[in-house]
């Protein structure tokens, strides 16, 4: 079955430095890969996600993830951190094969702490 | 333009009670999905509904059904409530239920099972 691993439950970072959160999937098709973020007692926002394409995908907020198969990675990333981004962050995977049926598998989570 | 509305936002029901959450999808989708997330964890995919059918199920027992109404909005039901069902539950829509596509989240319904 797809499964998705986010390293790290807590990230912390300064405000300015740079954001790395880390996901791996486990697939032998690249499945779409997705990041959403939550923040307290909201539902889950969509940052970005990868279909096809330009393996290097773009996001709200400054975020952006990079897609490599060689690595079953799509770790997402920003250059500097700003206090409006403490959070907790979601990666998820759709497997492709799932023709017609939308199943989004989350990770775990990480939550990034950004201090002054 | 609406995004996915829910309701009610928190509510405590008994061990064994029932329980309905409903969903508004946002204008124009017509696939919606329910996720339960437990604290600390990550959205479980509970069902999937699209054009009224459930079209794909998760690891979830029968107690947990759902239903889609001609104008795409959702409900969840839960039966015979357990502890363990205490969770956010989120309701999601797509505008199909293609693979690729953006699937937007509401804000959850808070439940807690006493």
């Known amino acids: 079955a797809q499964s998705v691993t986010q390293l790290g439950s807590h990230v912390s970072v300064s405000e300015g430095a740079l954001v790395l959160l880390r996901c791996n999937y486990s697939?032998?098709?690249?499945?779409?890969l997705f990041w959403y973020v939550q923040y307290p007692n909201q539902g889950l926002q969509l940052l970005l996600k990868y279909t096809t394409g330009a393996t290097l995908v773009k996001g709200i907020n400054g975020f952006e993830a990079e897609f490599k198969k060689s690595e079953t990675s799509f770790h997402l990333t920003k250059p500097s951190a700003h206090m409006s981004d403490a959070a907790e962050y979601f990666c998820a995977v759709n497997p492709v094969m799932n023709t017609g049926f939308q199943k989004l598998v989350f990770g775990t989570g990480t939550r990034l702490l950004v201090s002054p | 333009e609406t995004g996915v509305t829910q309701s009610p936002t928190h509510l405590i029901k008994t061990r064994g009670q029932q329980v309905t959450l409903r969903c508004s999808s946002q204008?124009?989708?017509?696939?919606v999905s329910w996720y339960q997330q437990a604290l600390g964890q990550g959205p479980q995919f509970i069902f999937q509904y699209y054009r009224e059918e459930e079209n794909g199920r998760g690891n979830f027992p029968p107690r947990f059904s759902g239903l889609q109404f001609p104008n795409y909005s959702s409900e969840l039901n839960v039966n015979a409530l357990e502890l363990d069902d205490s969770a956010l539950y989120l309701c999601?829509?797509?505008?199909?239920?293609?693979?690729?596509?953006?699937?937007?989240f509401g804000e959850g319904s808070w439940l807690t099972v006493v």
């Open positions: 204008s124009g989708h017509n696939t």
């Open positions: 697939s032998s098709v690249p499945p779409y």
């Open positions: 999601a829509s797509s505008p199909d239920r293609s693979v690729g596509n953006t699937i937007y």
